[in-house]
């Protein structure tokens, strides 16, 4: 079992460029997370899917939008990156309330 | 706004101590709390989470629960230098018939040997 996956590791975006990040988990969790983590702060909920199908907003949601592909994948875009955006990005499924998080995505905008 | 507050730190006791971390959250029809440990660099894992008021043991790890207080925390009995790292406290809440985690900034816990 890989637990959750996350690709890239790394990324440097130009302001303004798009990118997709990918999350994808294999313990059949029903429930899945975005989140950020910026030095000194929590980890903040951008996006989550409660099952299949669906996808509510989290805390701070602005700039990004979230695709639930199938129950195994969800995945992350920024459609025109901005500096603001630079942090450490995470994904999450849990079942039913605790939550396994993925390696991370460390994303700089310059 | 829900809201889970801890201590940023850094906690900084010697190895063999009891180290005890404290997080306090708003939402007083939260139910489910949740200790995660993050390294530096790494992603946050879970070791703990306690539903009902009192204490839960695991191991070295004692969960406590005060819902009436609004506190809950984390014991670490006989502290190591691998236990070094940032403890993020985590409030379960209801969202439209969802539970949605809120997570505090997290407690740096410093063992020296």
């Known amino acids: 079992n890989a637990g959750v996956t996350q690709t890239p590791k790394f990324q440097v975006l130009k302001t303004g460029q798009s990118m997709t990040l990918q999350c994808a988990q294999d313990m059949n969790h029903n429930s899945m997370y975005w989140y950020r983590q910026d030095p000194g702060m929590g980890l903040r909920l951008i996006y989550y899917s409660a099952s299949e199908g669906t996808t509510d907003k989290g805390e701070v949601p602005n700039g990004y939008n979230v695709s639930r592909l199938n129950k195994r994948e969800f995945s992350l875009r920024l459609e025109s990156a901005a500096p603001s955006q630079t942090s450490v990005y995470f994904c999450a499924s849990s079942v039913p309330y605790e939550q396994y998080f993925g390696p991370g995505t460390r994303l700089t905008v310059t | 706004q829900k809201e889970v507050e801890q201590n940023s730190g850094p906690l900084s006791v010697p190895e063999g101590a009891i180290a005890s971390l404290n997080c306090t959250y708003s939402?007083?029809?939260?139910?489910?709390f949740f200790w995660y440990r993050q390294y530096s660099g790494k992603s946050p894992e879970l070791i703990m989470f306690?539903?009902?008021?009192g204490d839960k043991e695991d191991g070295r790890f004692t969960a406590q629960l005060n819902k009436a207080s609004q506190y809950v925390s984390l014991l670490i009995r006989d502290s190591q230098p691998s236990d070094s790292a940032t403890y993020l406290c985590?409030?379960?809440?209801?969202?439209?018939?969802?539970?949605?985690?809120?997570f505090g900034r997290g407690t740096s816990l410093i063992v020296h040997p």
């Open positions: 939402d007083r029809g939260s139910q489910s």
């Open positions: 306690i539903y009902s008021n």
């Open positions: 985590a409030v379960l809440h209801a969202s439209g018939g969802s539970y949605i985690p809120t």
